[in-house]
């Protein structure tokens, strides 16, 4: 029993180490961990769905072989790809530890990867090792294929969201489970069919969707941008036009002081009153000169 357990989790771990070691700015321990567990609750509700939907999209009486992939896109793909894109968009989606595009696919592989574990230890128990090594090398790298497809279009959704691309958000969103579903759907579709071409065919496939998300992540990691949405803070500088503004504004000064003074000259006009106009001489308020008599009107 306890190699079983060794054989299922074995190619999980290596796979989980993989793309935890191609993040360069690494997340937190904690979160990872939480989103790998919600992985593993999610297949209880993908396994209730599968029940409840399976008969309506039947997949072992098929009458055609459109109609099973038809069938196989409803009932297994949909169900089980929505379940993990789920944990993403719920738990981590909008979370400050989703600050670069790259941490899409960390995390999407993580859910995925959480799910296929618990699935896989399912089927290695029930089955034995053969299915275990089989499945090393088919069933667990195409859930952390399809989870570095998904991450990877969450990324660039996030990314939009950063840059205030709604539409593309939108977009990036829907091909983050679509695309996946795909991939899982014609996965599954080519071994149900049961005939040699189509699984020669599904040989080739796998190989080549693996080709495509190692090209994934290598292109992610390079291109890796921050999804952090700042908030700019703007100055406005002082210039001439406001500093002359303010040297416009209107100051008070104090009043100046009036100074009289005393004109000595007797031929000044403005004296009248205040000194003779005949001889000079001060006459304080008086009409008639104290000195000459002259009066002064």
């Known amino acids: 029993m ?18 935890y070691k191609k993040d360069t700015h690494k ?37 055609s072989i459109p109609l099973l992939f038809l069938n196989v896109f409803i009932a297994v793909a949909l169900i089980e790809e929505f379940v993990k894109w789920l944990v993403i968009k719920l738990i981590i989606y909008k979370s400050e530890h989703f600050d670069e595009t790259f941490d899409g696919i960390v995390y999407a592989v993580f859910a995925s990867l959480g799910f296929a574990c618990l699935e896989n230890i ?7 090792a053969g299915t ?10 195409l859930h952390a294929c399809t989870g570095i497809i998904m991450g990877y279009f969450i990324g660039k959704a996030k990314l939009s969201a950063k840059n205030g691309q709604a539409s ?9 489970l679509l695309i996946p579903t795909t991939v899982h759907a014609i996965y599954d579709g080519l071994i149900f069919t049961k ?35 700042v908030s700019v803070v703007k100055t406005i500088p002082v210039t001439d036009s406001t500093e002359s503004i303010n040297n416009e504004a209107p100051v008070i000064e104090p009043a100046p002081q009036i100074i009289t003074q005393e004109v000595t000259d007797q031929n000044t006009d403005n004296s009248k009153g ?22 002064n009107n």
Request: hydrophobic letters at 50%; charged letters at 10%.
């Open 195 to 229: 005939r040699m071409e189509f699984i020669i065919a599904w040989g080739v496939f796998i190989i080549a969707i693996y080709i495509i998300c190692f090209i994934l992540v290598k292109k992610s990691t390079n291109s890796n941008e921050s999804t952090e949405t």
């Open 27 to 63: 997340e937190p321990g904690n979160v990872l961990a939480k989103i790998f567990f919600f992985g593993v609750l999610a297949i209880i509700p993908a396994g209730i769905l599968e029940v409840i939907v399976g008969p309506f999209f039947p997949i072992e009486n098929y009458r």
């Open 122 to 128: 399912m089927y290695v128990i029930t089955s034995g």
């Open 168 to 176: 593309q958000e939108t977009t990036n969103i829907i091909l983050s």
């Open 2 to 19: 306890n190699y079983l357990l060794y054989i299922a989790i074995l190619p999980v771990a290596l796979l989980l180490y993989y793309i």
């Open 274 to 295: 205040i000194f003779c106009t005949h001889c000079g001489n001060k006459i304080d308020g008086s009409n008639f000169c104290p000195k000459c008599g002259h009066k």
């Open 132 to 141: 275990g090594i089989v499945r090393a090398v088919t069933a667990v790298p």
